[in-house]
């Protein structure tokens, strides 16, 4: 079950890429990072993953660093009753033990403020997870196709931050 669980969520956090990428550090597997492609004059993106713990006890994310964005954050999306969104920072991301935790759009996510230069789709950008347990997990976000997980023209008001 868990290793069909695994498969959903990379072939949905896949898109439209000819292949879905992931590392493995521990107890913790992480499954295709990616930022969908913004727009060349974008100053803000959000990245997606899965990450499934399948160890005996709970792991935290606590920042994901990056060269690529002056600040990355993480960060979750809240609907009012009225069924508008807003986005909330997080201090971290619980991964309970033998579960899978999915960042995705409407969801748990990593904002990237501040773009240091264009995103192009196909590229792989370098970052760092840092966990509580598994400490510095070196990854790279595939940006994939601009459309793949919408245009997430929600974060636009996350440039001045």
Do not use: C, W
């Amino acid at each position: 079950m868990k290793r069909t669980l695994i498969l959903i969520a990379a072939a949905l956090l896949a898109g439209t890429s000819a292949f879905a990428h992931g590392v493995t550090a521990g107890d913790l597997e992480i499954i295709h990072p990616a930022i969908p492609a913004p727009s060349p004059a974008a100053k803000s993106a959000a990245g997606y993953m899965a990450i499934s713990n399948g160890g005996a006890g709970p792991d935290r994310l606590l920042a994901v660093e990056g060269d690529f964005a002056q600040q990355i954050m993480l960060h979750t999306t809240e609907f009012s009753a009225d069924g508008v969104a807003r986005m909330m920072h997080l201090e971290a991301i619980e991964i309970p033990a033998g579960e899978t935790v999915v960042l995705e759009p409407g969801g748990m996510h990593v904002m990237l403020m501040g773009l240091t230069g264009p995103l192009a789709e196909g590229e792989h950008i370098p970052a760092t997870l840092v966990f509580e347990k598994a400490g510095r997990v070196e990854v790279e976000f595939a940006v994939d196709p601009a459309g793949a997980e919408g245009d997430h023209a929600d974060h636009a008001d996350h440039a001045g931050h």
